[in-house]
């Protein structure tokens, strides 16, 4: 065995961890289908062998915040009129007194100051006249008025389709096993918040994400979100969708209801 993979053409070689996951997802995925479902304009696709699910909308992005004593993710969902909600970013301190760590701007105002932070790599860029994300390096960062919302997180780890390998390797947890939360957008100007269930490292999960069925013929960018035990899912589409609704969160993005 080892003599012919010696013998192996170098870009085959390269090529075969991305092989061998593409069978162990097509070898999942023998035992039980993904379920995808459409709920109030948002598709969903679980899929409970991977533990991951996908949320994918048209729809504007909502940023929620309460530094002291949040509410349950769900009944917090359920105040806002939210359709779907997850926890929005990395925050300082608990949820009894938190606060944002890094960059966050709404509406021209700031609420915490850009962080040198090798976890923190980008700056999330939400355009709400045209409902589109812009990742940007922190270091490249300018606030503008037309950005209605700005979000410092990271690593970056998909772009145009393309698994961003080194900002992954650069980053303090992305080559760990953590639950996982992400936002990202599609080439067909569509936006998607996706979370894991299980503990995932940010190359496959990525991997994972451009292979599943509702991103089928699909480009996508995408940036994690604080996960870990954070990781938190409401939607109005099915309690076996949801995951750690419970959870009181500072920070939570949500898309509302029609």
Known sequence: MKASLRS????????????ILLAALSWL????????????????????????TVALFHRPLELCTAWNNPPALDDL???????????????TGSYLHAGPAGLMRRSGTSEGGLLNDRQLSHVVIYARQYNRLTFVAAEAYRPDQSQSLAIQSGPLILMHGSVQRE???????GRGGFRRTILGQTDKSELFFAITTKSYNLVDLADALNHMEIFRGRQLDAINLDGGPSTALF????????????????????????
């Open 77 to 91: 969902a359920a105040s806002q009129k939210f359709a779907i909600a997850i926890n929005g970013s990395y925050f």
């Open 29 to 52: 995925r023998r035992d039980s289908p993904p379920t995808i479902v459409n709920r109030d304009g948002i598709g969903y696709e679980r899929d409970t062998n991977l533990g991951i």
């Open 235 to 258: 939607t109005n589409a099915g309690q076996n969708l949801c995951f750690n609704e419970e959870k009181r969160l500072p920070i939570v993005l949500g898309v509302r209801s029609k």
């Open 167 to 173: 900002s992954i390797a650069s980053s303090k947890n």
């Open 8 to 19: 192996l053409p170098a870009p085959l070689k390269a090529a075969l961890p991305a092989i």
